[in-house]
C-alpha cells in the first residue's frame, strides 16, 4: 500500500491544487506534480495580477518554460527585458538570471509554467508562500515577513541571488540549515505539505 503522507498535497486532495494569495491578488494551479511524471517535469499555471511577478533570481538545478495563455507575460532573460504572448514561449536555462511579471496595469496574465526536471523542493516552496500568504504572514509584494521563511523558501526552490545580491547567497543556505535544524522546516511543511 502507498504512503500517501508522501504524495504531493493536491495528489491526495485535489482541492489543494489550487492556491491563492490574496495580498497580491495572484492564484497557481499545480497541473502536475513530480510524483505524476515520473520526475520529468511539474507544471504550473499562473494568473499575475498587474504589476505583480517575481524578483530577479536564478536556478541550478532545472530550467523553466512560462507560456502565456491569455495576456502578455513580460520576462526579464539575462540583460533583456522581453515580451511573450499566447502560443510563445519564454525558455529560461539552468544558471540564467531571469524574472517574470506582468507589465500590464489593467489584466492579469494567465500563463504555464514549466520546471524541467521535476523539482519537489520547488512543489514545496509554492505550497509554503501561498499557505504562509494564506495566514497573513507575507508582506504586500508577497513574500515571508520571517527572514527564516523567506530563506527556507528559497532554498528549497533553488533560487539564488545573482550578480552583487550573490553575496547573500551563502547566508540564506545557512538560514535554511537552521530552519531544518531547529524544526522549523518540518513544522512548516506538516502545516503546508503534508
Known sequence: MEDTKQLPPGMRDPARRVLTNSSIKDRVTIEKYG???NGEYSLI???????GGTPIHKHGSYREELSPASGTLGVVLGDSTL?????????IPIGTQHRFFNPSEEETVEF??????????????????????????????????????????GDL????????????????????AYARWSGEEERLLKKYWY
Open 157 to 176: 526552490g533553488d533560487m539564488r541571488w545573482p550578480g552583487m545580491l550573490a553575496m547573500a547567497n551563502p547566508l540564506i543556505k545557512a538560514v535554511a
Open 45 to 51: 499555471r499562473c494568473w499575475t495580477s498587474p504589476g
Open 112 to 153: 504555464v509554467g514549466k520546471v524541467v526536471p521535476a523539482h519537489e523542493g520547488f512543489e514545496k516552496s509554492v505550497h509554503l508562500i501561498y499557505g504562509l500568504a494564506a495566514d497573513g504572514q507575507c508582506d504586500a509584494q508577497g513574500l515571508p515577513k520571517s527572514f527564516v521563511h523567506l530563506c527556507l523558501m
Open 35 to 37: 510524483a505524476e511524471t
Open 83 to 91: 515580451t511573450f504572448k499566447p502560443g510563445e514561449t519564454a525558455v
